[in-house]
């Protein structure tokens, strides 16, 4: 209802299964004993982000719809020309390096938000060029119309 336009929206929500397929990717790197296994000042990257094999849990699910409402605002807040998932990512290192209370609930449903927004950054180059061939679409359209009225007129 926003852009008054099906598809401006169908644009947007491009951005979802982009996102979703990011959150599922990061819950397999997870598990991978090769992504990330390396040490930086001394301190091992798999043990500061608690990567472990994750199981689709319920807190993996909850993950996944904050994901989908950020990225759908990701996608709403990117057609009035500004972008925000660089901030969601950088919000979500404190959750993912966590150790304290609540840390194996909420490390679960942080990696999906974080997976998909790393691979949501496409979008930044998918949206764009969808919005730009929709416009050379319509300009196409409207040059042919204004060009057979010439015709007409002409004539």
Known sequence: FQFRS???SLMVFTGIAVAFAGGFIMIWL???????NFNFFGENMRELFNMRTINLSVAVWVGFIALFGIAT????????????????ILALLPVLTS????????????????GGMI????????????????QE??????????????ITLDR
């Open 6 to 8: 099906v598809t401006t």
């Open 30 to 36: 997870y598990g991978q004993e090769w992504f990330f």
């Open 73 to 88: 605002d990701d996608g709403v807040v990117m057609a009035t020309y500004l972008m925000t998932t660089v901030t969601t």
């Open 99 to 114: 150790t304290g209370k609540g840390s194996d609930i909420m490390i679960p449903m942080a990696i999906p938000i974080f």
């Open 119 to 134: 691979i949501d950054i496409t979008s930044y180059f998918i949206v764009p060029v969808l919005y730009s061939w929709r």
């Open 137 to 150: 679409i319509s300009n196409g359209k409207l040059a042919k119309l204004l060009q057979n009225e010439s």
